[in-house]
């Protein structure tokens, strides 16, 4: 599948997709979501692929929403559409997904960083939500995910300034599970993409569910779904199979779905 506003490249059992609308820093426009959407939900339903890496550029993983798209919509427009309630599709992925940021991640584009399952940041990132400069808000889950992620108070001081945080203070506040130089940016991310993809596919999908809930129930619901889902995966292949490796001293040899 060729696209226009992205470049799929399949290396191993990992799925590298880089932005690629370098004329707008990679502005997230209803094409480029749609065949973001489209790559991602392949891969999903695609066996030989076992985790996804989402990159953009050394200037720009994406400076955020596409303004001149928006600039003329109404409130009716925007409603009736359901301006970004596509972008739900994509944090929906099942499997394990990386976003790799260099550059701007602003907007929209920190949001997208914010929809993957951890932030690999380049020394050269800098995140923010400056919609607030634009007379609006975030759109596409800041105002929710930021505050889940690196709490209340950086949240709220950074959406209300529109300031940029580099990736040192980034790393600090949990928002980037790392930082590397930006040279090694997407190779690192690639090659943590592989760790992960040649793991148990379907301990890897459940491990997210159960974190992910983390977001969603009170500790002791929450503590229960992590035991049952534990305790359902001693019915898998992949657990006999890792158990009995570490157990034979050799590696373990885990299905591929
Ligand atoms: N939408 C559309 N076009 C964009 C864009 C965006 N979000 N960000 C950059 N561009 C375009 C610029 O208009 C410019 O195009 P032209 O050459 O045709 O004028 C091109 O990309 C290069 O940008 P700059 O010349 O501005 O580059 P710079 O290096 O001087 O500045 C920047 C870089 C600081 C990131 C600046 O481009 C900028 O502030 N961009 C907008 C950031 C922003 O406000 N993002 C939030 C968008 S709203 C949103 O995301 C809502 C949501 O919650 C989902």
Redesign the pocket.
């Given at each position: 599948m060729t696209y226009e506003t992205i470049i799929t490249e399949q290396r191993g059992r990992v799925l590298l997709i880089t932005l690629n609308r370098p004329?707008?820093?990679n502005?997230?426009?209803r094409k480029l979501a749609g065949e973001l959407l489209a790559a991602t939900q392949a891969a999903d339903a695609d066996p030989g692929i076992g985790c996804l890496v989402i990159t953009g550029s050394a200037?720009?993983f994406?400076?955020?929403?596409?303004?001149?798209?928006?600039q003329a919509q109404s409130f009716v427009d925007m409603h009736s559409s359901d301006w970004?309630a596509e972008w739900n599709h994509f944090a929906a992925c099942r499997k394990p997904k990386i976003a790799a940021v260099a550059g701007?991640a602003?907007?929209?584009?920190?949001?997208l960083a914010l929809m993957c399952d951890f932030i690999l940041a380049a020394d050269t990132a800098k995140f923010?939500?400056?919609?607030i400069?634009?007379g609006?808000?975030?759109?596409?889950?800041?105002s929710q995910r930021l505050v889940r992620s690196i709490g209340k108070s950086k949240a709220m001081e950074l959406c209300l300034t529109?300031r940029?945080m580099d990736a040192a203070e980034a790393e600090r506040c949990g928002l980037a599970s790392r930082v590397v130089p930006a040279a090694d940016l997407v190779e690192d991310a690639v090659k943590t993409a592989d760790t992960i993809a040649n793991m148990s596919l379907t301990a890897s999908m459940v491990m997210k569910e159960a974190i992910n809930q983390a977001y969603e129930l009170p500790l002791a619901s929450g503590l229960t779904f992590e035991r049952r889902v534990f305790q359902a995966l001693f019915s898998t292949e992949d657990q006999k199979e890792g158990m009995a490796a570490f157990v034979e001293k050799r590696p373990a040899q885990f299905n591929r779905r």
């Open positions: 004329e707008a820093l502005a997230l426009n200037k720009a994406a400076a955020g929403a596409d303004i001149k798209e928006m970004f701007y602003l907007g929209g584009g920190c949001e923010g939500q400056p919609e400069k634009l609006v808000i975030p759109g596409m889950g800041g529109g940029l």
